[in-house]
């Protein structure tokens, strides 16, 4: 894939260090290598040359273009392969899981080591004391556990089935004691991208948008879009690779880009569809597919066409309408199972209108899968009590906020990638 002819120019101002001129291979690197996209749970930036954990308060390629611009140790060495990547954002994410979830803290008394809370397996390379805390090296060594695992995509085992006569919760001490609100003030608005190409989104006049999406493994395979295709039209895209991981970032980056060289060409999301399923079929793994939400929406009057293609429905919400909350958009299938006419006919493409006041609120299943250790899920109708519970605050607040709601529920990490947008059309009254 070739190298962007240009790089956009950071807007941000550098520190105040010695300044070096990055290279357009490290440029091409930070935008479109995912281990150049990697954020700890405490929303910090994963240097991919040397593991360490950087503050991110304006974002990840802001902090990556920051730090490389004052160091020159990319010049030098090769960044780690993405295995050692994802060892090290576990070493940093632990200190956090540690102080969240007891199900990390659970010792096998009869071998003295610590249970693995993906697999339940005694990992008796990590010898753990009875009343003595984890340390950096043990940390590691639990890191590579669970780089190892296989099973971090189906998710933890419930505590119950995690405990048994011979195994007990460590309790917090040393650096954990102090973790009681382990994440970092502001890392909730700092958004951990599933690819490294995600863009900036527009700027309406009369609209109100936002976005966050966020990764369960080290990447993950969520992705959305904001393309404006003219000056009265909107597209905006939200989809979900199967899987997560490496595996789930390059299809999901892959598509993205598919669907940025077609938006080239038309305009008209039925052909959209069916030309992204059609590349779909053709390139995907044998098992893998992608959901997919496709709007496009008239500027001027706030007419939508919708297409879902094995996504769920999006909200509609009107604090102006009798009718507070609508789901909008039909069922069809998603892509990468089949093409050609039987794609075509579960096509069905669906209509609304966002009328001034309304949002427009959509999301990957992360958050309405996120589910309680006794298997309830956050679920459709807490999903839109919470939409509409915050609908008369700015998107970037109900997109956080709905975030931050199914994570609570969850009670710990959720085992998914997550993604929400909202879109709103601004009230005249709210102009003025």
């Given at each position: 894939?070739?190298?962007?002819?240009?790089?956009?120019?950071?807007?941000?101002?550098?520190?105040?260090?010695?300044?070096?001129?990055?290279?357009?291979?490290?440029?091409?690197?930070?935008?479109?290598?995912?281990?150049?996209?990697?954020?700890?749970?405490?929303?910090?930036?994963?240097?991919?040359?040397?593991?360490?954990?950087?503050?991110?308060?304006?974002?990840?390629?802001?902090?990556?273009?920051?730090?490389?611009?004052?160091?020159?140790?990319?010049?030098?060495?090769?960044?780690?392969?993405?295995?050692?990547?994802?060892?090290?954002?576990?070493?940093?994410?632990?200190?956090?899981?540690?102080?969240?979830?007891?199900?990390?803290?659970?010792?096998?008394?009869?071998?003295?080591?610590?249970?693995?809370?993906?697999?339940?397996?005694?990992?008796?390379?990590?010898?753990?004391?009875?009343?003595?805390?984890?340390?950096?090296?043990?940390?590691?060594?639990?890191?590579?556990?669970?780089?190892?695992?296989?099973?971090?995509?189906?998710?933890?085992?419930?505590?119950?089935?995690?405990?048994?006569?011979?195994?007990?919760?460590?309790?917090?001490?040393?650096?954990?004691?102090?973790?009681?609100?382990?994440?970092?003030?502001?890392?909730?608005?700092?958004?951990?991208?599933?690819?490294?190409?995600?863009?900036?989104?527009?700027?309406?006049?009369?609209?109100?948008?936002?976005?966050?999406?966020?990764?369960?493994?080290?990447?993950?395979?969520?992705?959305?879009?904001?393309?404006?295709?003219?000056?009265?039209?909107?597209?905006?895209?939200?989809?979900?690779?199967?899987?997560?991981?490496?595996?789930?970032?390059?299809?999901?980056?892959?598509?993205?880009?598919?669907?940025?060289?077609?938006?080239?060409?038309?305009?008209?999301?039925?052909?959209?569809?069916?030309?992204l399923n059609r590349e779909c079929c053709q390139s995907l793994p044998k098992g893998s597919f992608i959901t997919l939400f496709l709007c496009s929406i008239?500027?001027?009057?706030?007419?939508a066409s919708i297409l879902n293609c094995g996504h769920h429905q999006a909200l509609l919400i009107n604090p102006q309408s009798d009718q507070l909350v609508?789901?909008?958009?039909?069922?069809?299938?998603?892509?990468?199972?089949?093409?050609?006419?039987?794609?075509?006919?579960?096509?069905?493409?669906?209509?609304?209108?966002?009328?001034?006041?309304?949002?427009?609120?959509?999301?990957?299943?992360?958050?309405?899968?996120?589910?309680?250790?006794?298997?309830?899920?956050?679920?459709?109708?807490?999903?839109?009590?919470?939409?509409?519970?915050?609908?008369?605050?700015?998107?970037?607040?109900?997109?956080?906020?709905?975030?931050?709601?199914?994570?609570?529920?969850?009670?710990?990490?959720?085992?998914?990638?997550?993604?929400?947008?909202?879109?709103?059309?601004?009230?005249?009254?709210?102009?003025?």
């Open positions: 894939m070739n190298a962007p002819a240009s790089s956009p120019r950071l807007a941000t101002p550098l520190p105040a260090r010695r300044r070096i001129t990055l290279s357009p291979e490290l440029l091409h690197l930070i935008d479109h290598d995912p281990r150049f996209a990697i954020s700890t749970l405490d929303g910090r930036w994963l240097n991919p040359y040397n593991g360490e954990a950087l503050d991110a308060p304006q974002g990840l390629r802001v902090a990556a273009i920051q730090h490389f611009m004052s160091n020159a140790d990319w010049r030098e060495r090769r960044p780690l392969g993405m295995g050692e990547v994802a060892v090290r954002k576990h070493y940093h994410d632990l200190l956090v899981l540690l102080a969240q979830d007891e199900r990390f803290r659970i010792r096998d008394r009869s071998q003295g080591c610590w249970v693995n809370p993906y697999t339940g397996n005694n990992e008796t390379m990590v010898q753990l004391s009875q009343d003595m805390g984890v340390d950096a090296a043990q940390r590691m060594l639990m890191a590579r556990c669970l780089a190892r695992t296989g099973h971090l995509s189906n998710g933890m085992q419930p505590l119950n089935r995690l405990l048994t006569e011979e195994r007990h919760i460590l309790p917090l001490v040393g650096e954990h004691a102090g973790a009681a609100v382990p994440v970092k003030p502001g890392a909730e608005q700092v958004r951990r991208t599933a690819t490294a190409v995600f863009r900036g989104l527009p700027q309406i006049a009369g609209w109100e948008c936002a976005a966050d999406a966020r990764s369960y493994d080290a990447v993950g395979g969520d992705f959305y879009e904001m393309h404006r295709m003219d000056e009265d039209h909107l597209l905006v895209a939200l989809g979900d690779v199967s899987g997560h991981g490496m595996h789930g970032a390059k299809l999901a980056t892959a598509l993205l880009k598919h669907l940025r060289r077609l938006l080239q060409e038309t305009q008209n999301i039925t052909d959209l569809a069916q030309e008239d500027l001027r009057d706030g007419s609508q789901t909008v958009g039909s069922a069809g299938m998603a892509l990468g199972f089949t093409h050609g006419d039987i794609f075509a006919q579960r096509l069905q493409l669906s209509t609304c209108t966002i009328a001034p006041g309304a949002m427009l609120v959509q999301c990957s299943d992360g958050i309405l899968e996120a589910a309680t250790a006794g298997g309830e899920e956050f679920g459709l109708h807490r999903y839109a009590a919470t939409v509409l519970g915050h609908s008369h605050a700015s998107c970037r607040h109900v997109v956080q906020h709905l975030l931050k709601a199914a994570r609570s529920w969850r009670g710990a990490p959720i085992e998914d990638d997550c993604t929400v947008l909202a879109l709103r059309r601004i009230a005249p009254s709210d102009q003025a």
